[in-house]
């Protein structure tokens, strides 16, 4: 369905291209998504019409649609990127390094890419240094960071994950039952209380993860401390939850 234009001639483009706009805009109105009945009453575009824009938006990866509803694509962050990946990767360390210094924590940055989990990014802070890295993906099930992803995949990704990486013990604390990984709704996971670790993954050390969704993609910003500061965590993973924006999501998907 189209609307003439005044001259009795089909829309240009340049309406079309309002249009969609107008579609983004509403859209990005919605965090959890929304139907296309919605976003064609709230930009007052005639159902057939969104309908069209919507499959075109979702094609160029601006839209994504799940379980009916629509939500932005990652080519929407990715129009926020100034210099490619090298910008996003300078972005992401000075985002991690404010963290860090605001915390007086290490910060890591996990994003689900792939089907692996991935650490993208991790800035140390005096008094917390990072921990070993080179496990970071086969010991997902023992950091706070891998157990908030293990949390919001799917049950046939979360097998096939713990298929390739088993939960093998690295610490005497460390979780070795899958039943008993937290599980986390993909749906308004800001909500939920954040996932920790006790000496799982490292002795003496502690840490904590809020989760990021971003359309289909997922990740956490987590950070580690000694054990001697894990008192700190409640208080910082709170911080966390607030302070965390979609500049992290946005970098995702320009690196």
Do not use: C, N
Not at 81 to 97: H, M, N, Q, V
Not at 156 to 182: C, G, I, K, N, Q
């Amino acid at each position: 369905m189209t609307t003439a234009a005044a001259d009795g001639t089909a829309p240009t483009l340049i309406t079309s291209a309002q249009r969609a706009l107008r579609l983004l805009e509403a859209v990005a109105r919605y965090p959890q998504g929304a139907t296309a009945k919605q976003l064609a009453r709230d930009t007052g575009l005639a159902l057939g019409t969104a309908y069209h824009l919507l499959r075109t938006l979702v094609h160029d990866r601006y839209l994504e649609r799940r379980s009916g509803h629509y939500l932005t694509g990652p080519a929407v962050a990715a129009l926020a990127r100034e210099d490619g990946p090298s910008a996003g990767r300078a972005r992401l360390e000075s985002l991690l390094g404010t963290l860090a210094e605001e915390l007086s924590a290490a910060v890591y940055f996990t994003w689900y890419r792939d089907g692996e989990v991935e650490l993208v990014g991790a800035a140390e802070a005096p008094g917390a240094p990072l921990v070993d890295r080179h496990l970071f993906r086969a010991g997902a099930h023992a950091h706070a960071a891998g157990k908030t992803l293990l949390a919001l995949m799917t049950a046939e990704e979360r097998r096939s994950h713990l298929a390739r990486y088993p939960m093998v013990p690295f610490t005497p604390y460390t979780l070795r039952d899958p039943a008993h990984l937290p599980l986390l709704p993909r749906q308004g996971p800001r909500l939920a209380t954040p996932i920790s670790q006790f000496q799982e993954y490292a002795v003496g050390t502690a840490g904590a993860a809020v989760p990021i969704v971003a359309g289909t993609g997922f990740g956490a910003v987590s950070v580690s401390l000694p054990m001697a500061q894990a008192h700190r965590l409640a208080g910082i993973a709170a911080r966390l939850r607030t302070r965390l924006g979609d500049d992290f999501a946005a970098v995702a998907f320009g690196i």
